[in-house]
């Protein structure tokens, strides 16, 4: 994997910086293509699908972070990459995001996994599986679920999975990014998440203002909204973590160390190292989804996770050359 030299070594900057760093890319040669899946009665989520000219070397989803879509940068840059390469690429806009509101008569969390589920089902059946998935913040945390609950069955439908800067434990990233020194954060979120929300019609905007926090937001409307007695008993049983010994996939964990959002105490956990299919790569700097590098190329994690599915594919097929011998 290539080495990390960051831009800075000021987490809240590369946070920042990765977010804003002007991303000008030339995608004519790669037409874009929007389609709607049916997922649930009553919801649909939205996938904008990439190709490359000629014959592909296989498939890739990217599933965005807490209130972003398809659009966000971090998934343009790494589509891009992974065009490039020679991947067909699929941005998937969870459930009410990327301007989907009025497709879905329900919230989303960070632990919803069956929309996905359903659109890899409807992929599998278009002979359009595995897929390589990569998750980002919320995001990584539902791709390693879903591999989680799918166990063995996950092998026909997923090649792999990277999850970068991903909040496996959502109680201590809900704490964390109430500190004082993230509530600049809080407060985007926050404002991203009442506006989403009110646009489904399930919640008028007066009363989505009474959440002052993340963790009161899921405690007063997400929480309940899918069954959960409150924010705890979401987070106690949607994290990640859990289920990571479960996962029968090659999966890569991206994680900085000072991720302002994210306590890497978290990744310290004997769960996340117990099982043989799962890496993890930890930097000392990189923020909150940052890692831009002081060199080209600017975004590292696009490089890095292409290179960790180069070598992926090259194990599977050699396994497969070994199995026909």
């Known amino acids: 994997m290539p080495p990390y030299r960051p831009l800075v070594s000021n987490p809240h900057w590369l946070t920042i910086l990765g977010n804003f760093w002007p991303r000008r890319l030339d995608m004519r ?24 000219p000629g014959a592909a070397r296989g498939e890739l989803v990217l599933v965005h972070g807490l209130e972003g879509a398809s659009d966000a940068g971090y998934m343009r840059t790494m589509a891009k990459a992974g065009l ?91 704490r964390a990014i109430a500190r004082p020194s993230n509530r600049i954060y809080e407060r985007r979120f926050l404002k991203r998440m009442r506006t989403r929300v009110a646009a489904t019609g399930r919640f008028p905007a007066k009363q989505l203002k009474k959440a002052r926090s993340i963790w009161e937001f899921d405690d007063l409307f997400t929480g309940p909204s899918f069954g959960f007695r409150d924010a705890a008993h979401y987070y106690q049983t949607q994290s990640s973590r859990q289920f990571l010994e479960h996962i029968r996939v090659p999966v890569l964990l991206i994680q900085a160390k000072d ?4 306590p890497f105490e ?36 696009d490089s890095a996770v292409l290179e960790w599915i180069a070598g992926v594919d090259q194990k599977r097929c050699s396994e497969e050359k070994y199995s026909f011998r």
């Open 259 to 262: 991720d302002i959002f994210i």
């Open 29 to 52: 040669p790669y037409p874009e293509q929007s389609r709607l899946f049916h997922t649930e009665p009553d919801v649909q989520v939205l996938m904008q699908t990439q190709r490359p």
């Open 266 to 301: 978290v990744f310290e956990h004997p769960e996340v190292t117990a099982n043989p299919n799962v890496r993890l790569h930890a930097t000392e700097y990189g923020g909150h989804l940052g890692f831009l590098s002081r060199t080209r190329p600017r975004f590292w994690t």
């Open 84 to 174: 490039d390469a020679g991947f067909v690429v699929n941005r998937f806009n969870i459930r009410t995001c990327g301007g989907t509101a009025h497709l879905a008569n329900t919230l989303y969390h960070a632990g919803l996994t069956g929309d996905l589920r359903s659109v890899l089902q409807h992929m599998r059946d278009e002979r359009r599986t595995p897929v390589h998935l990569v998750g980002y913040s919320l995001g990584g945390n539902m791709v390693l679920k879903l591999a989680g609950e799918l166990g063995d069955e996950a092998v026909p439908l997923i090649s792999s999975v990277c999850a970068i800067s991903t909040p496996i434990d959502l109680a201590a990233c809900a």
